[in-house]
């Protein structure tokens, strides 16, 4: 139901050229020694390469949670409408349930890999009844690596995943995902795209779907109205 490879193709040529080039000849040669800058370069390597690897178990954990909670329904059902129009829906729906956990604040890119991995594990379950449906993280698009993907088909929907704290930044973050999400729409077999805005402080449980130019709906917080003078 969900596929797509968590770790893009350059960070994975560093971490093959880590493995050949240092991990394997020090471990296999115990004749061969580093000077002192060699050193800091492996060990900053490692260190970046376990920081990325715990973002994607963060990522994988918080989809194995959403999937066990969003309750699988086993009887299959046709689409009922709209393949954006369901992705919405359900980004909606995710938008106002979802609570993230204890640790949330202590580090921002765990807290983005932990809330799309949830959403990919929502998606995945939501649409697991639905034949011919599946959901993809980190697919490559005219180019860009989209957040999410679900595919019916031919029929692509892109999902750009956004989190804020603040309510007065809705609009802003607004124009700039719907921006970034119009460039996946030159693919031929991209049909639409859905922009989810989440509110991580969990004080605003109202979301709204707007639908730009037929082909793109947003998800978010009502936007902050002007107080008059």
Request: glycine fraction near 6%; hydrophobic fraction near 40%; charged fraction near 25%.
């Amino acid at each position: 139901m969900t596929s797509g490879t968590l770790l893009r193709k350059r960070l994975l040529d560093q971490l093959i050229n880590y493995r050949k080039e240092w991990r394997n000849p020090s471990t296999h040669n115990y004749m061969l020694d580093f000077d002192e800058d060699e050193a800091l370069l492996a060990i900053v390597s490692v260190t970046v390469f376990a920081i990325v690897l715990c973002d994607q178990i963060d990522s994988k954990i918080a989809f194995d949670a959403a999937a066990a909670n969003a309750g699988k329904s086993s009887e299959p059902v046709s689409l009922g409408g709209s393949l954006l129009d369901q992705v919405a829906d359900k980004l909606a729906v995710f938008a106002k349930i979802h609570i993230e956990g204890e640790n949330t604040g202590q580090s921002a890119p765990h807290d983005y890999y932990r809330l799309e991995g949830a959403l990919a594990g929502y998606l995945t379950t939501k649409f697991s009844n639905v034949e011919g449906i599946s959901v993809t993280q980190h697919a490559l698009m005219s180019g860009y690596e989209a957040d999410i993907v679900v595919s019916n088909g031919s029929e692509k929907i892109v999902i750009e995943l956004t989190r804020t704290r603040l309510r007065a930044r809705v609009s802003y973050l607004t124009q700039r995902a719907v921006a970034k999400v119009s460039r996946y729409l030159d693919a031929s077999d991209v049909s639409g795209a859905a922009v989810l805005i989440y509110n991580s402080t969990n004080t605003e449980q109202e979301y709204e779907i707007r639908t730009l130019a037929d082909s793109i709906k947003v998800v978010a917080p009502p936007t902050v109205q002007k107080k008059s003078a």
